[in-house]
């Protein structure tokens, strides 16, 4: 089973940047997209960003558009998110995923299209 492994949460305050990154186990993963979700307190899983697995295709969430960057290096087997202008309603554990069931294919925005996840950092942002 592969594994990913997030890394880079913590407390930042708001308007300030955390880079989180997701590193996969298995050489495969530059053949699947990923994409990163949070969940907060109470609240279903929702989608941030995606990815293609050649990273040529991105996507966003309209509520972090313009501040977060979905970007991944294949040769790392890392995917990473940079967030920058966060705020308080980011707070948030994050997880990353992978669309292992295609390979080749693009992001998508239902976590139900990825079936290999990490186990997540928490980020909080203070006012």
């Known amino acids: 089973q592969a594994q990913l492994v997030e890394s880079g949460g913590g407390l930042v305050q708001a308007g300030g940047s955390l880079r989180l990154s997701c590193t996969a186990s298995?050489?495969?993963?530059?053949?699947?997209?990923m994409g990163w979700f949070r969940q907060a307190p109470g609240k279903e899983r929702e989608f941030v960003a995606g990815?293609?697995?050649?990273?040529?295709?991105?996507g966003y969430a309209d509520s972090v558009k313009g501040r977060f960057t979905i970007s991944r290096d294949n040769a790392k087997n890392t995917a990473y998110l940079q967030m920058s202008s966060l705020k308080p309603e980011d707070t948030a554990v994050y997880y990353c995923?992978?669309?292992?069931?295609?390979?080749?294919?693009?992001?998508?925005?239902?976590?139900?299209?990825?079936?290999?996840w990490g186990q997540g950092t928490q980020v909080t942002v203070s006012s």
């Open positions: 995923a992978t669309r292992r069931r295609v390979l080749f294919s693009n992001w998508a925005p239902s976590r139900y299209d990825y079936d290999s």
């Open positions: 298995e050489r495969t993963f530059s053949n699947y997209a």
């Open positions: 990815i293609s697995w050649s990273g040529g295709s991105t």
